[in-house]
């Protein structure tokens, strides 16, 4: 039957009793499962850990300016470390990091969440922040902006 109307006999259950076949184009049906994986390869995303490096001294615009750099990592849709050094006798004065750590995790409220707490680590105390919105809400956001950009920037120069 098969070859009458030009097709191949593919064995899809070979265990079954009787086993099961089906008349098909073979080569049209492993180029449509080679397309569904490269599509689902292009749609994969890769979720990143960005680093920013704090001090328990640090000054309130250089603060802001770190606090700044995490959301947009956030916004982004990359989970963050946030690692507070501690130098010398800060070492002695723990609880000084811990609170800035929580006021950052405040301030991203937002944007973010405190996936892990604050942990000390030696001469380190870190936190992990996740994003609230997912990597592929985020880039599809970021896209979407990018396009209404470009298509006002074209409307102002005509």
């Known amino acids: 039957m098969a070859d009458e109307v030009g097709l191949d006999l593919v064995e899809i259950a070979p265990d079954a009793n009787p086993p099961v076949c089906k008349i098909m184009d073979f080569g049209k049906y492993k180029y449509e499962v080679a397309q569904k994986a490269r599509e689902a390869r292009q749609n994969q995303t890769h979720i990143v850990v960005k680093e920013v490096r704090l001090t ?8 802001e300016t770190k606090r700044s750099q995490v959301e947009k990592f956030l916004k982004g849709g990359d989970k963050v470390k946030v ?7 800060e070492q002695t004065r723990p609880e000084l990091g811990y609170k800035m750590l929580q ?5 991203i409220a937002e944007v973010g ?12 105390m870190t936190m992990v922040l996740g994003p609230t919105k997912k990597k592929t809400e985020a880039v599809a956001e ?12 074209a409307e102002t120069t005509e």
């Open 56 to 63: 328990p001294k640090i000054e309130n615009h250089d603060y």
């Open 83 to 89: 690692t507070m050094k501690f130098r010398g006798r």
């Open 103 to 107: 006021r950052l995790a405040e301030d």
């Open 142 to 153: 970021a896209k979407a902006a990018r396009k209404a950009k470009a298509i006002a920037a």
């Open 113 to 124: 969440f405190v996936e892990f707490a604050p942990k000390q680590e030696g001469r380190n």
